[in-house]
Nanobody
Framework: QVQLVESGGALAQPGGSLTLSCAASKFAFSNYEMSWIRQAPGKERELVAVITGAGGATDYADSVRGRFTISRDNAKNALYLRMDSLKPEDTALYYC????????????????????WGQGTQVTVSS
């Protein structure tokens, strides 16, 4: 049973920064592309950032490109999301998610390829 546990969500001011973490277990972490997905109240889920299993490639939604950085530490089975220049529209529940394909070099930016999610961590950006 895949386990993904997010942490680091908090209340932040506009222009501020936060770093989210995800602890992964019970699967071969380094062999899967991972992502951060968010959902705000009343809005559709949004794929925010992805990183390949080997960590060599990343991609971002246009809404966060240049402000957010996804990274991973395969030795620690950990995924991170550094969020800078936060905006009120970044307010959402942020989920860590695992791609369905076992391939450390596989790249995808499709929300429907992520069947396994954590419970989420809340990020609120407000003054």
């Amino acid at each position: 049973q895949v386990q993904l546990v997010e942490s680091g969500g908090a209340l932040a001011q506009p222009g501020g920064s936060l770093t989210l973490s995800c602890a992964a277990s019970k699967f071969a972490f380094s062999n899967y592309e991972m992502s951060w997905i968010r959902q705000a109240p009343g809005k559709e889920r949004e794929l925010v950032a992805v990183i390949t299993g080997a960590g060599g490639a990343t991609d971002y939604a246009d809404s966060v490109r240049g402000r957010f950085t996804i990274s991973r530490d395969n030795a620690k089975n950990a995924l991170y999301l550094r969020m800078d220049s936060l905006k009120p529209e970044d307010t959402a529940l942020y989920y860590c998610a695992k791609n369905r394909r076992f391939d450390k070099y596989y790249y995808s930016f499709r929300l429907d390829e992520y069947p396994d999610w954590g419970q989420g961590t809340q990020v609120t950006v407000s003054s």
